[in-house]
């Protein structure tokens, strides 16, 4: 097997801000794998929260060495047992390279991922939409849009300096969009007490359930918060991978498994596992990336009771095409493999 790889730069439509920064682009780096004729792709992207920038990305996906392997299936095989990277190694890269792999293999066995993971169906998933944190007109102004679009499900950010704004904007978001379902995230920004006495007044306007409400790094204080809770708490930055997940299994209402910080499907897979029948359930989520990043995710959609992948949804050009979004419903194509396309390049995966 070869592989190659690309740094390209994906611009946002407009600022997203959340709590602790405001984005306006970001980079990803595309990895492409090579094996009789055939190319599966894998993306990971840059961030800072993450301490993730191109040049480490590119340090770490050169560093992985698959041309040890007789063919893609014994290297995914062994990536599920973390052999194909090194110690150390961010769950970004280890994500980007078994979402390269399972597209290889599934164009080389003429099957969708989802296929290749026990699913009979295509998943279609109602996805969340991101409102960050913007003026109320402005919210309110997209609330309604985003609803006449299709959209479902509307994720509004909080955590600014203060509360009330926040407040104000799930109102307005509410009031121009009384039929969506409503999530709220302030990214870590509150005290315990703030929290105790916001989520009150955001379940009395609908919210449905909230992510991250206290900063990370307390799981204990996250897990009583969500024994008094109105309403159900998801831990997000507090959930990074499986020990996470089995630790706060039973104490939260939620866990938000995103590819890039657990380590790729079948990390995903195993957190799932691990929370079944505890009474915290699985919402997938995601970085803002290209589709190409968002889809092995979207392969995974049906096993999630919150699905938040938008991430593609918020670019000013998305340079890879196959999962939709833009109604509100994400869909994992039929396709061989992840099912994407990069714009104006078109493959034979028979």
Known sequence: MKARLRTVRLDLAEPLRISRSTMTARDAVWLTVTHDGLHGHGEAVTSTYYGLDAGTLVRFLTAVDLSRFADPESALEALGERQPTAPGTPPAVTAAVEAALLDLVGKRAGLPVHRLLGAAAPPVAATARTIGITPPAHAAAEARRLAARGFQVLKVKAGGPDPEDDVERVRVVRDAAPGVRLLLDPN??????????????????GVEAVEQPLAPGDPEALGALAERAPLPVIADEDAVGLEDARRLAGRVQGVNVKLAKCGGVHAALRIAETIEGSGTELMLGCLTASTLG?????????????????????????PWTGIGGTDGLVRASGRPGLGVEEVGVREDVA
């Open 188 to 205: 870590g920004a509150w005290t315990a007490r703030q929290a105790e006495a916001l989520l009150p007044r955001f379940a009395d306007l």
């Open 294 to 318: 968002l889809a092995p995710a979207v392969h995974l959609a049906g096993r999630a009771r919150w699905t938040d992948l938008d991430g593609h949804l918020l670019l000013a050009r998305d």
